[in-house]
């Protein structure tokens, strides 16, 4: 098994989504949507990481925010998701994900994920070291400004 901090690497972190997406007996069970925010469950995982599922409806998505230390990887397990990253001058850019596609995030990114889709989209989020905290932040014009920061063991908590 290795270290948090081997696991929290690209090469090790995205397989190992990719393995939990690729158990639908795993995750399928805890699929729901909801349409007025979006729904996720905590899914059976090593000690030392945090695993959760999300459900988005259309025109669901999180605010601007960074995972603090953890690192994170997604896979889209349905539908199709945006993500939306900010670079410290506050430029977006977008990178689309669809059914299949792993994302790898690293510590202190500044993202944003939505699906700007029509139909319903499912991902698995593994975040290692576990998630203890996240940092909200908004654009203005030539500047990303940080907001709260809020200590937290949920996944993507509205801002």
Excluded at 3 to 19: C, E, K, M, Q, W
Excluded at 86 to 107: C, K, M
Excluded at 110 to 137: C, E, G, K
């Amino acid at each position: 098994m290795p270290s948090t901090a081997l696991l929290a690497l690209p090469d090790t972190l995205v397989p190992y989504v990719r393995a939990l997406a690729d158990d639908p007996d795993l995750w399928r069970p805890h699929v729901r949507f909801d349409g007025d925010r979006r729904h996720w469950s905590r899914l059976p995982a090593r000690l030392d990481v945090d695993v959760w599922l999300l459900t988005w409806l259309p025109d669901q998505g999180s605010d601007l925010h960074d995972h603090g230390d953890a690192a994170a990887a997604l896979t889209v397990v349905q539908g199709t998701l945006t993500e939306v990253r900010a670079d410290r001058s506050g430029a977006l850019s977008s990178a689309q994900l669809g059914a299949g596609a792993s994302h790898w995030v690293a510590p202190g990114v500044v993202h944003d994920i939505v699906n700007r889709s029509t139909q319903p989209a499912v991902s698995i989020h593994v975040y290692a070291p576990r998630l203890r905290h996240m940092t909200f932040w908004h654009t203005e014009p030539g500047a990303l400004v940080r907001g709260r920061t809020v200590v937290t063991s949920e996944p993507e908590v509205a801002a």
